[in-house]
T-cell receptor, first 113, second 109 residues
Framework: NAGVTQTPKFQVLKTGQSMTLQCAQDMNHNSMYWYRQDPGMGLRLIYYSASEGTTDKGEVPNGYNVSRLNKREFSLRLESAAPSQTSVYFC????????????FGDGTRLSIL | KQEVTQIPAALSVPEGENLVLNCSFTDSAIYNLQWFRQDPGKGLTSLLLIQSSQREQTSGRLNASLDKSSGRSTLYIAASQPGDSATYLCAVDAGKSTFGDGTTLTVKP
């Protein structure tokens, strides 16, 4: 009963390094999302994929890229990490449609020095 | 731009007390509102989803209401237990979700 799986759980990077956060869901969901959570700012949408083959920008897309590799997997890439990208990153998915609940992974805690 | 506010930011109650958490939003053009629970160091767990056409949803000791016209939702927790201690977030969905900052609940034994 895995649900939404995120890897890695923790990561420390130096400024300028690149990395990819992985997300996979096993619920046959159509829509997938990447959020960041920062104290006092709530969860903010970075990118989302309404269905396989499509991706769209959210509220805070600058400095990030995404790939919807297939229906199960949605990755988030930081090309040149900056200290402002230190955050907890959450991946979520939902079946699709207006009234389906979102399901979240446990997050990736990313620190950029 | 949709804004979601949760007041209070923190709440501490003795075990057994009934309590209400509040969520307000500025734009009533929503598809649904979802309540989540977040434990420290964990992701969000969905508790209840209320569609825009509904007034309330119930699950066990939890009851969520929605008044779309006034831009308000409440989460009622009956007979609170120490295991209910967590941060509770609401999110409104209008195509994309907007989250509140959450209310951190502590239930003291």
């Amino acid at each position: 009963n895995a649900g939404v799986t995120q890897t890695p759980k923790f990561q420390v990077l130096k400024t300028g390094q690149s990395m990819t956060l992985q997300c996979a869901q096993d619920m046959n969901h159509n829509s997938m999302y990447w959020y960041r959570q920062d104290p006092g700012m709530g969860l903010r949408l970075i990118y989302y994929s309404a269905s396989e083959g499509t991706t769209d920008k959210g509220e805070v897309p600058n400095g990030y890229n995404v790939s919807r590799l297939n229906k199960r997997e949605f990755s988030l890439r930081l090309e040149s990490a900056a200290p402002s990208q230190t955050s907890v990153y959450f991946c979520a998915s939902k079946l699709g449609g207006a009234n389906q609940p979102q399901h979240f992974g446990d997050g990736t805690r990313l620190s950029i020095l | 731009k949709q804004e979601v506010t949760q007041i209070p930011a923190a709440l501490s109650v003795p075990e057994g007390e009934n309590l209400v958490l509040n969520c307000s939003f500025t734009d009533s053009a929503i598809y649904n509102l979802q309540w989540f629970r977040q434990d420290p160091g964990k992701g969000l767990t969905s508790l209840l989803l209320i569609q825009s056409s509904q007034r309330e949803q119930t699950s066990g000791r939890l009851n969520a209401s929605l008044d779309k016209s006034s831009g308000r939702s409440t989460l009622y927790i009956a007979a609170s237990q120490p295991g209910d201690s967590a941060t509770y977030l609401c999110a409104v969905d209008a195509g994309k979700s907007t989250f509140g900052d959450g209310t951190t609940l502590t239930v003291k034994p």
